[in-house]
């Protein structure tokens, strides 16, 4: 019912930025808390940032707080990751999810949609 594609994923050198972006289409894309998930080879898969349906509020994984910034802009069904000042153990697969709830999750369970994925590389 909500399909999501991320894009701008790929290789950047440590320290380097990155701004991601996740594309909704299906059901209404604003009623959704938006989520953004990383797995690396072998690991499991870990929040990074979520942001509720009216995008006021956002949550971070302490991994990331102070470096990623998370943001949607609905009238373009769109949601955002600004990452910046990248270190090689942020290389992984970024997923963008959505939740048919209000409020930030950090859990993979309370998604209900997910995107294919898109690469990212940091190297050193």
């Known amino acids: 019912q909500v399909q999501l594609v991320e894009s701008g994923g790929g290789l950047v050198q440590a320290g380097g930025s990155l701004r991601l972006s996740c594309a909704a289409s299906?059901?209404?894309?604003?009623?959704?808390?938006m989520g953004w998930f990383r797995q690396a080879p072998g690991k499991e898969r870990e929040f990074v940032a979520g942001?509720?349906?009216?995008?006021?509020?956002?949550y971070y994984a302490d991994s990331v707080k102070g470096r990623f910034t998370i943001s949607r802009y609905n009238a373009k069904n769109t949601v955002y990751l600004q990452m910046i000042s990248l270190k090689p153990e942020d290389t992984a697969v970024y997923y963008c999810?959505?939740?048919?709830?209000?409020?930030?999750?950090?859990?993979?369970?309370?998604?209900?949609?997910w995107g294919q994925g898109t690469q990212v590389t940091v190297s050193s």
């Open positions: 999810a959505a939740d048919r709830a209000s409020r930030v999750s950090d859990s993979i369970y309370e998604y209900d949609y």
């Open positions: 299906g059901r209404t894309f604003s009623i959704y808390a």
């Open positions: 942001i509720s349906w009216s995008g006021t509020n956002t």
